[in-house]
């Protein structure tokens, strides 16, 4: 059974950062690209950040570029987000999402994990 | 950036009506279109991929349709676990991809 499951989420000040993790199972991680998206409370979905299944190529949505990192541990069957000056508009729900198609990017998300919720306030 | 634009925000209708929703690109997509639902407290789930087929699992009663800019979801014969909110995404533009805004689906 695949599973995907979030962590590292919670409360960080303007400014901080917050590293969050999503350790997966029941599937070949290494083969997959891994993407996160997330939620802002009563709101639609927003595409952050996708990762190749080597990790050797990495995109994000503009309004992260520069500030998020993403990565991955296929040893470790874990992917990554590490969240830098972070800002109010950052605070949702982070969902970390599997591409559809092994060894491709199909750009659609066929698992998802259940979320983090990251609130950014002082 | 592909904005898509998805209508009406609302729809209310009864068990075992059809419900057909409308998502509106605002440049070409061409097929590269999905659908998403999602429950209150869950993550979304793959409904539709390349405008018109079906992920794995989803019932035949979830059909889409559509290539170009306009792009339709319909479900037909609305199904007590079938209101909810239901998104459209684009991957015309991969790596950036886009959501629609959500239409909700309810019980009227």
């Known amino acids: 059974e695949v599973q995907l499951l979030e962590s590292g989420g919670g409360l960080v000040p303007p400014g901080g950062s917050l590293r969050l993790s999503c350790a997966v199972s029941g599937f070949t991680f290494s083969i997959y690209a891994m993407s996160w998206v997330r939620q802002a409370p009563g709101k639609g979905l927003e595409w952050v950040a996708v990762?190749?299944?080597?990790?050797?190529?990495?995109n994000f949505a503009d309004s992260v570029k520069g500030r998020f990192t993403i990565s991955r541990d296929n040893s470790k069957n874990s992917l990554f987000l590490q969240m830098n000056s972070l800002r109010a508009e950052d605070t949702a729900v982070y969902y970390c999402?599997?591409?559809?198609?092994?060894?491709?990017?199909?750009?659609?998300?066929?698992?998802w994990g259940q979320g983090t919720l990251v609130t950014v306030s002082s | 950036e592909i904005v898509l634009t998805q209508s009406p925000a609302t729809l209310s209708l009864s068990p075992g009506e059809r419900a057909t929703l409308s998502c509106r690109a605002s440049q070409s997509v061409t097929n590269y279109l999905a659908w998403y639902q999602q429950k209150p407290g869950q993550a979304p789930r793959l409904l539709i991929y390349d405008a018109s087929n079906r992920a794995t699992g989803i019932p035949a009663r979830f059909s889409g349709s559509g290539s170009g800019t306009d792009f339709s979801l319909t479900i037909t014969s609305l199904q007590p676990e079938d209101f909810a909110l239901y998104y459209c995404q684009q991957r015309r533009t991969w790596p950036q991809l886009t959501f629609g805004g959500g239409t909700r689906v309810e019980i009227k």
């Open positions: 990762i190749s299944g080597s990790g050797g190529s990495t």
């Open positions: 999402a599997r591409d559809r198609w092994p060894g491709a990017n199909s750009g659609y998300f066929d698992y």
